[in-house]
DNA sequence: TATTCATATGAATGGAATTTAATATGGACC
DNA sequence: GGTCCATATTAAATTCCATTCATATGAATA
């Protein structure tokens, strides 16, 4: 019986991560919700590709969002904004801090 | 002046753990230094396709390998292997830690 | 309701990463 | 030296992803 050491779903949430912009919208959300436009300037990235990348921290539950008059607000479910002792985010299989 | 808040080369790491083989080498190597057929045994994966997974690993500064008589032991890095409270793996730009 | 603003979606492309198969290397042992 | 064992390397095939571009949606406001 051979055992599987890690869930491969853990590898998944951290291909999610393995990329600067995502990383980044992470990384900036650790400091407050955002909406796109200011995501957009901060990270210098264009509309339509930060778009699909914040599909994709959805699809993973990393991030969620809500209306906001004509903007979409960004910020970081409860479940993963792990702030105990400086900034962490939270896969649930795993958790990853910055110094 | 437009700040990039992520630097790149926190993703590229975060890359190299994304795949479920080399975050069961890992996790694996946590528990102490394992030679390349226990590491196939353990992980249920092809020689050669470990051996390329490892060379990714090695050439990111995750594992190390030295010769054993006739077999390749890998174990991490002291300064990967992070064991301060459980187990956790710090890749300089962050730590991962598993529960 | 027509227009504008902010964001999302879909399809197409290029490039990179994963996998496989075949072969090479290099030490151990006879 | 020759053979075996464990692992590495190379090249080719394939699959996956990020990016771009063009277009759609949907709320706000005139």
Do not use: W
């Amino acid at each position: 019986m051979k055992t599987k050491i890690t869930s491969p779903a853990c590898a998944e949430k951290l291909k999610v991560l393995s990329d600067p912009t995502r990383l980044g919208v992470l990384e900036s959300l650790m400091s407050g919700p955002k909406n796109v436009g200011e995501l957009m300037g901060e990270l210098d990235v264009e509309q339509s590709l930060l778009s699909h990348h914040l599909a994709t921290l959805r699809d993973a539950g990393l991030v969620e969002s809500f209306r906001d008059g004509k903007t979409m607000i960004y910020q970081l479910p409860e479940s993963v904004a792990d702030s105990t002792a400086g900034k962490a985010i939270n896969l649930g299989c795993c958790k990853i801090s910055f110094d």
